[in-house]
């Protein structure tokens, strides 16, 4: 069993940051591939960005040289530092691994960008 808490949404203006956090529970989380998904009011989830056990990353077009993905091993975080924000990036935001075939998600953290 595998859980993902996120953290570090909220309002903010259009060119602006947030940084998102995600904490996971289990021994095994170093060698994870851990992602970031959003889901926009309206629009299906998509992927954002992930990163290997090895600090790999690779990331959405869209968001690709705004946003930063990141881990701390030791604390078993992985993170997403958003910056540039437009009112586009507009979603709940979830984090998201996938263990022995089964997906685990985290609860979601609410990302509005709006003046």
């Known amino acids: 069993q595998v859980q993902l808490v996120e953290s570090g949404g909220g309002l903010v203006q259009p060119g602006g940051s947030l940084r998102l956090s995600c904490t996971a529970s289990?021994?095994?989380?170093?060698?994870?591939?851990m992602n970031w998904y959003r889901q926009g009011p309206g629009k299906q989830r998509e992927w954002v960005a992930s990163i290997t056990s090895a600090g790999n990353t690779n990331y959405a077009e869209s968001v690709k040289d705004r946003f930063t993905i990141s881990r701390d091993n030791v604390k078993k975080s992985v993170y997403l530092q958003m910056n540039s924000l437009q009112p586009e990036d507009t979603g709940v935001y979830y984090c998201?691994?996938?263990?022995?075939?089964?997906?685990?998600w985290g609860q979601g953290t609410q990302v509005t960008v709006s003046s």
């Open positions: 998201h691994t996938r263990v022995v075939r089964t997906d685990y």
């Open positions: 289990g021994s095994m989380f170093t060698i994870y591939v």
